[in-house]
């Protein structure tokens, strides 16, 4: 209960009862029903429908028809609701998909009310009139009755456990199944059952609910610190194969650059992403064991000193000019000056405000000490914004460079300067926003700011809660960074030895193949590994690396340009040992004549013109030898491969001259043509259902929205570039089969996911979607490419799909047409079922109150 004399409450909370007019509610009439889903589920999700029927002579009736922000609509709502002598309540375990509907009847009012949790750790979950309490292993599902509604005809009460049977149930119910029960009150006056029923959920949704749990959570961070603890490695290994494979005798400045920029990356992004985990895990671990017992008292300002160390590894990193390093500095000076004298600034010693010192709270409040911390805040999020603008600059810098040495520091212009003082300026205010919609989310049916202890805390809440942004922001934001910067590195290598004197042009050399490899599967493939809320990201892996082996080991002797020429002696040699960018001209003309000449045979299979079709004959058997301009003995007029003709030499030689120019070519068109698919991952992902209304609760919900654009473009931008840099390895004779087959390795780790999802009864997700858009994305790109390569023929042809048809052939363009409509089928079905579920929304309780400068005495802990 609260100590309810520090806020002058007492008389109020004596009075409670006769507020309510409990003794009118007798001819009330409630009915509630909860429903437990455990299949298909990350997390044990528990929806409640609570509806409650008062008559219009209750006293308070009319006060529920009035603003949700009005004083006697929310006390009218605590009597049917909640517990009518607490005038805090406070909710963080439950999330309402819409306000209490109100209706009106002739002889009553009704309110419905809906709340959804999510069980995703141990302890107490309240939501609606029920309480889930969460065990090691047994859960205890309990019907809390508001006590006004005590008298009330409780007509019917359901409980649906989702397909499990009960360990104990209490009292005996009136009918049902073992896993649905149902209670029903007969008539007005009964008295209401005090629902008691303890399950046992299934393995995987009780140890989900574990993870938070000493010492569980110690093996959350070491899943998590896995994949880079496997990365960091692979990606030394391959800085010492590019120092030691250099493109010709000696490296060139541009070479060195890029690897050094690797090794430095790679070093601070290992670094800072152990730091920054063991800086939310290690503290509450030695604090389990007696051990930095004055960290809770400090946490803040640690996390405000580390968090600035590792923006500002990104500046010395980058390098910016001097008048972003300057600024950068007075940031880091005031930052600095509010961690370590938080008092100077109007702060409380530990950053935290408790309602127990009113008189700190009135002191914050008088001296702005809100917007001090925010501007701590922002100057975090400027250093950071100005270090990985510098960063990405100095990684494309060091394409550039012309001589031995550092990289050149290179200019900043202002406007960037000023777009990072914006971004930093309006992620705290954010930040700010969405912690007031959560409090009042979560504090919907307290008092209002009539009342000054509501008031307090209101500020003390709003302060601790923007307190954790200095722990969330790095949390959050390394992720984005780590991920787009290292793809950049790698692009930046393969640029530099792709430019360099003596570099392979038809195909990647065996260290740019390994560069690729990294690239596909560190950066683009996707890597789902959640079972039972638990992070195993690092078993994605493995499927991608062998499909990926796979593909290139089996493909690779398959693809058109592996096949061999075939002169009259025995000297022979693959296509791609022959073939050069001088060699497309005749290429193109010989596809071109090849096309005519089987137009006209099929035109002469009706005539059967025999000596016409003999002379067509001797004139494709010509097209089938090797016979370029400049072609030198013993391959000059040797005898192309059976399986392979002029188009198909051609096509698998793609639009631009070398590899890497390929490459860029087909991640150009990918990126063009993902951004209908970009819109519609953003939608399921973050805006679907329920999902948008939680962006305004969320501290980066707005936030995510750009980073989804920005990582759904380049994670599509760069598999576009993956099958451009290996279109001339890929088998495959048409742009769409090539793209398949780097589609199949993409969807490998999405089926073992399916496998694992569908043993452990998991959620699965939109990975299906994500699948089928890329396929799609990446035949359009194949085709796209095709039709690029015979560019110079495009004024031939009034529309570019007379081109393709052309190219491609009639009969085997209704194959490819199929191919699309399969793809297009599969994307349809895969929207009907998303737009028929909606997306789960994860309620996490905050941070324990004994580290948050808690609530009012008596109100829910944390």
Known sequence: MFVLSELGLEGRASAADDDCASGELKGAKATTSVRMKHDGEDYTKADTRFVVEVPKSW??????????????????????????????????????????????????????????????????????????????????????????????????????????????????????????????????????????????????????????????????SAAWLSYDMVLFPVLLFLVRRLRRSPVSLSPTPAEDATRRNLLVWACVMFAAGLAFEVDDQAPRFLGDHGVLQWWPDHRVAVHLLISTLGGGALVLFGRPGRAAGAAVALAVAYIGVVASTPEWSALPAGFWLSTEYPADIDHFRQTWGFLRFALACGCLVFVWMVGVAASVARLRRAVDVQTPGTVPRGLFPHWVLLACAAVAAALPALSIWASQNLWEQRSWLSVGDGDEGYVRWHIAELLNDLAWFPSDWPDWFQYWIWWLSLMGALVAVLWARAQAPGAPLVNPGATELLVINVLFVAEIAPTPGWVAGFNMWLVSVPPIVLALYLLLALGRPRSVLARELLPDTPQRKPLHGVIRESDRRWLIDSARTYRDLHAQLRRLDQGQQDGKRAELEDQLDQLHRWTPPGATAPY???????????????????????????????????????????????????????????????RFGFADLLTEVIGSQAAWAGAGFVLGALWRLLPGRRGPTKALGLSLVYAAPVAQHWIIAKAFDQF????????????????????????????????????????????????TASVQVAFFVAQLVALVSIWQQLKGNDPMVLIQPDTPSETSGGNPEGAPDR
């Open 59 to 220: 006293s308070l009736a009319p006060d529920l028809l009035l603003n949700g922000d009005t004083e006697r609509y929310r006390a009218a709502m605590r009597c049917v609701l909640r517990y009518p002598n607490d005038p805090y309540p406070y909710r963080d375990t439950e999330w309402r998909p819409w306000p209490p509907k109100v209706t009106v009847q002739n002889k009553s009012i009704t309110v419905e009310h809906r709340a959804v949790t999510n069980v995703d750790g141990l302890g107490d979950r309240d939501f609606g009139p029920w309480r889930i309490t969460v065990g090691k292993r047994l859960w205890t599902l309990a019907l809390l009755r508001p006590p006004a509604l005590d008298n009330a005809w409780w007509q019917e009460i359901t409980v649906d456990l989702g397909g499990r049977a009960a360990r104990t149930v209490s009292p005996t119910p009136t009918k049902g199944s073992v896993t649905r029960l149902t209670w029903i009150g007969s008539k007005a006056g009964d008295s209401p059952p005090d629902v008691r029923i303890q399950i046992q959920p299934p393995a995987t949704k009780a140890q989900a609910a574990r993870w938070n749990d000493r010492p569980w959570y110690l093996v959350g």
């Open 636 to 698: 000059a007029g040797a005898r192309l491969p059976d399986s392979v003709d002029s188009v198909e030499l051609a096509l698998a030689w793609g639009p631009r001259a070398t590899w890497w120019l390929n490459a860029c070519r087909a991640a150009f068109f990918s990126s063009l043509i993902a951004l209908p698919a970009t819109a519609i991952g953003v939608w399921t992902d973050q805006i679907r259902g329920p999902l948008w209304s939680d962006k305004f609760n969320q």
């Open 764 to 811: 699965f997700g939109n990975w299906a979607l994500g699948v089928a858009l890329t396929l799609l994305i990446l035949t359009v790109t194949g085709v796209v490419m095709d039709i690029d390569t015979f560019r110079q023929e495009g004024h031939y042809w009034p529309t570019k799909a007379a081109l393709l048809l052309s190219v491609y052939q009639l009969r």
